[in-house]
């Protein structure tokens, strides 16, 4: 996965945002290539192009770098997750685009899923806005699986709703974390738009 080229700039406040977001987002992309959720600082640092003063200087530590990645995350989630309470799109297409821009996000950034995955594993304290991402319980998800399909019995809107969320992350942990070990690449933006098609449409029944 190739990184974007930045161009450091004077030391101003758009600066800082564009040095943190940079240091945040080479992490990222070190953990999805590598598949190793504890790179060194050094190799960030190099990777990102700054000294490892920056780092220390912007997280103070690594493990403050990741909690700053989980944030980096569930913001980036929360702007997906509005498109589920747009009523301008009927609930067929929010869901839709929903599911096409979610995996593309974690296509674009797979290393968090070998992230939070560790740290589920680990039993460690996950960011709050990303547990509200992942409990379908009362979310604005599944009140559009089960308007979609008319299904009346709640658990089995449940399992609907898990199921398009499990069929979003499942193939891109195991492309990132094992291998291209299907006969698709999730690395193609068509390929993942065709999947997510097939996926919506045969487990509402559309």
């Known amino acids: ?19 943190r977001e940079r240091i945040i987002k080479t992490t990222l992309n070190i953990i999805g290539e590598k598949g190793d959720v504890n790179p060194t600082v050094r190799d960030i640092a190099r ?7 920056s780092i220390n200087y912007y997280f103070r530590s690594k493990k403050k770098l990741f909690n700053e990645i989980e944030e980096y995350f569930a913001g980036e989630i929360s702007k997906i997750t509005v498109i589920l309470d747009d009523t301008s799109m009927d609930a067929v297409t929010r869901i839709l685009t929903w599911a096409k821009k979610l995996m593309d996000n974690l296509a674009n950034y797979p290393g968090i899923m070998l992230l939070l995955a560790s740290r589920v594993m680990k039993k460690d304290k996950i960011e709050r806005t990303i547990i509200k991402f992942i409990d379908i319980r009362n979310s604005s998800f599944k009140r559009l699986v089960g308007e979609i399909t008319r299904i009346e019995d709640d658990k089995l809107v449940d399992l609907k709703a898990i199921q398009i969320f499990s069929g979003i992350i499942n193939p891109l ?12 690449d999730f690395n193609d933006s068509r390929v993942r738009e065709r999947y997510i098609e097939t996926l919506i449409k045969s487990i509402l029944g559309i």
């Open 173 to 184: 942990i195991i492309q990132y974390g094992v291998g291209k070990v299907f006969n698709v």
């Open 47 to 53: 990777k990102a192009q700054v000294n490892l003063a």
């Open 1 to 19: 996965m190739k990184n974007k080229k930045f161009i450091l700039k004077k030391d101003n406040s758009k600066s800082k945002l564009d040095t």
